[in-house]
C-alpha cells in the first residue's frame, strides 16, 4: 500500500498569517499527466470536505487562499492568509492506486 | 441541491452484520461512482472501497475482501455498504461520498454526514 505522511501535526497559526501542510508518498503519484493527490479539510464536528483534487485544482466553492502544488512525491497545501473558520485537520489522499490512502491528518489551530 | 443522506446510527454485536445506506439526490446518480471512507476514533480516515454508480462495478482494498460488499440500487439513487463478521475494530463513523470520476477518482466532492456503528457485545 501507499503510505501517506503529513507534516506538521499540529499547526498554530495566527489569523492572516500564512500556513503550509506537507504530504509525502512512499510512491510516485504521477501518471497520465496528473499527480493523484487530493486534500481534504475536516471541520470540527463534520464530514471530511474537498479542496484540493489531482494536486492543484481548487474544488468548487473553495476560496482562492487555498492552493495546491507538487508533484511525484513531494506535495503542499498552502494557505496564504489564515482565517478562523480555516481551522480543523486536513489530509492528503492519493488515488493513483487502490487502496487509496490517507495522510494521518494536521491540526490547524487559530491562536 | 446535491445531498447525500445516510442512515441512522447502529449497535451490533461482534460477529453480526451491518448495512448502512447513502440516499442520494440533486444529481444524476448514474454519473457518477460512490466511495465509502471510515473513521475510527482518532484515527485517519480510511477507504472501504468504491461503485462505478453507472454499470455497478466496485472495487475493495484486500483488507476488507470478502467482509465488505457495496452496492446500489439506480431506481433509489441509493447506494449502500455491507459489512460482515464485525469486531470492535469497526467501531467507527462511516461516510459515503461522490466522485465525477466515474471511471477514475476524480476528488470526493460530496460527502454524506456519516453513519456511527457501533460493536459492541
Known amino acids: 500500500d501507499i503510505v501517506m505522511t503529513q507534516s506538521p501535526l499540529s499547526l498554530p497559526v495566527t489569523p492572516g498569517e500564512p500556513a503550509s501542510i506537507s504530504c509525502r508518498s512512499s510512491?510516485?503519484?504521477?501518471?497520465?499527466?496528473?499527480?493523484?493527490l487530493d486534500w481534504y479539510l475536516q471541520k470540527p464536528g463534520q464530514s471530511p470536505q474537498l479542496l484540493i483534487y489531482?494536486?492543484?485544482n481548487r474544488a468548487s466553492g473553495v476560496p482562492d487562499r487555498f492552493s495546491g502544488s507538487g508533484s511525484g512525491t513531494d506535495f503542499t497545501l498552502k494557505i496564504s492568509r489564515v482565517e478562523a473558520e480555516d481551522v480543523g485537520v486536513y489530509y492528503c489522499?492519493?488515488?493513483?492506486?487502490?487502496?487509496?490512502?490517507f495522510g494521518q491528518g494536521t491540526k490547524l489551530e487559530v491562536k | 441541491q446535491v445531498q447525500l443522506v445516510q442512515s441512522g446510527a447502529e449497535v451490533e454485536k461482534p460477529g453480526a452484520s451491518v448495512k448502512v445506506s447513502c440516499k442520494a439526490s440533486?444529481?444524476?446518480?448514474?454519473?457518477?461512482?460512490m466511495h465509502w471512507v471510515r473513521q475510527a476514533p482518532g484515527q485517519r480516515l480510511e477507504w472501504m472501497g468504491w461503485?462505478?454508480?453507472?454499470?455497478?462495478?466496485?472495487k475493495y482494498p484486500q483488507k476488507f475482501q470478502g467482509r465488505v460488499t457495496i452496492s446500489r440500487d439506480t431506481s433509489a439513487t441509493t447506494a449502500y455498504l455491507e459489512l460482515n463478521s464485525l469486531r470492535s475494530e469497526d467501531t467507527a463513523v462511516y461516510y459515503c461520498?461522490?466522485?465525477?470520476?466515474?471511471?477514475?477518482?476524480?476528488?470526493?466532492?460530496?460527502w454524506g454526514r456519516g453513519t456511527t456503528v457501533t460493536v459492541s457485545s
Open positions: 510512491q510516485w503519484l504521477h501518471s497520465n499527466g496528473h499527480n493523484h
Open positions: 489522499m492519493q488515488t493513483l492506486q487502490t487502496p487509496y490512502t
Open positions: 440533486g444529481y444524476t446518480f448514474t454519473r457518477y461512482a
Open positions: 461503485i462505478n454508480g453507472d454499470n455497478g462495478d466496485t
Open positions: 489531482l494536486g492543484s
Open positions: 461520498a461522490r466522485d465525477p470520476g466515474i471511471a477514475a477518482p476524480y476528488g470526493l466532492d460530496v
